[in-house]
């Protein structure tokens, strides 16, 4: 079975310009989650979406947003990018099954780099 | 914000040698997940031990929980150059599906 998808893999943008980064989850699972990983900060929950709802979100501001597709693929977009966006984007995805066994498995990521 | 500490923040040891990461996290938690990292790349899960586990191995991964004082410790053995990586504990918590990541123990194993 494969793996957790992200693409690109790189990303080079300037300050001010949007990005839309994608996430294409292990067959079969349904929810899929966004994490921001910087030196400074760590690894951040960013928002996580089931059957096309967000239904959690962490302490980002409104420019990070996200969607999810009905064939469960999702998309991060971060719009009027600053210097402190640039990190390593992670997408996981899950089975959403039950709460105390439920494993998340991440994708190889999209290192983002705002100039 | 990250829910907990891991310790030691680095780690150098020698082939063979065993490697022990300890991780503490701050609230009552479903599970916890080790995952390890290679430079930068994307987190490859280890193990998942629930909250009512106190112990539970996969080949040379012993985890250890303790939920009375809150921490974690994960044990490797006969530890290889391959295992060089870092490491992180990772929370689950209520019914959200997001994980609290620790700040990570940096390994690295000599030849």
């Known amino acids: 079975k494969a793996g957790v998808t992200q693409t690109p893999r790189y990303l080079i943008k300037t300050r001010g310009q949007q990005v839309t980064l994608s996430c294409s989850p292990i067959s079969g699972h349904r929810s899929v989650s966004w994490y921001q990983q910087t030196p400074g900060q760590g690894l951040q929950f960013l928002f996580e979406?089931?059957?096309?709802?967000?239904?959690n979100k962490g302490n980002f501001p409104g420019r990070f947003s996200g969607r999810q597709f009905s064939n469960s693929r999702s998309e991060m977009n971060v719009s009027t990018l600053e210097l402190g966006d640039s990190a390593l984007y992670l997408c996981?995805?899950?089975?959403?099954?039950?709460?105390?066994?439920?494993?998340?498995?991440f994708g190889p990521g999209t290192r983002l780099t705002v100039l | 914000s990250q829910q907990g500490e891991e310790d030691p923040q680095a780690l150098s040891i020698q082939e063979g040698e065993n490697a022990t990461m300890n991780c503490s996290y701050k609230?009552?938690?479903?599970?916890l997940q080790w995952y390890r990292q290679n430079s930068g790349r994307g987190l490859v899960h280890l193990i998942l031990?629930?909250?009512?586990?106190r112990e539970k191995h996969s080949g040379r991964l012993r985890v250890t929980l303790d939920t009375s004082k809150k921490s974690s410790s994960l044990l490797i053995t006969a530890s290889r150059a391959a295992d060089t990586a870092s490491y992180f504990c990772?929370?689950?918590?209520?019914?959200?599906?997001?994980?609290?990541f620790g700040s990570g123990t940096q390994l690295t194993v000599l030849p």
């Open positions: 609230t009552s938690i479903n599970n």
């Open positions: 031990i629930r909250s009512n586990e």
């Open positions: 990772a929370t689950s918590s209520g019914s959200a599906r997001q994980l609290t």
């Open positions: 979406y089931f059957s096309e709802t967000q239904r």
């Open positions: 996981a995805s899950s089975l959403a099954g039950e709460a105390f066994t439920d494993t998340q498995y």
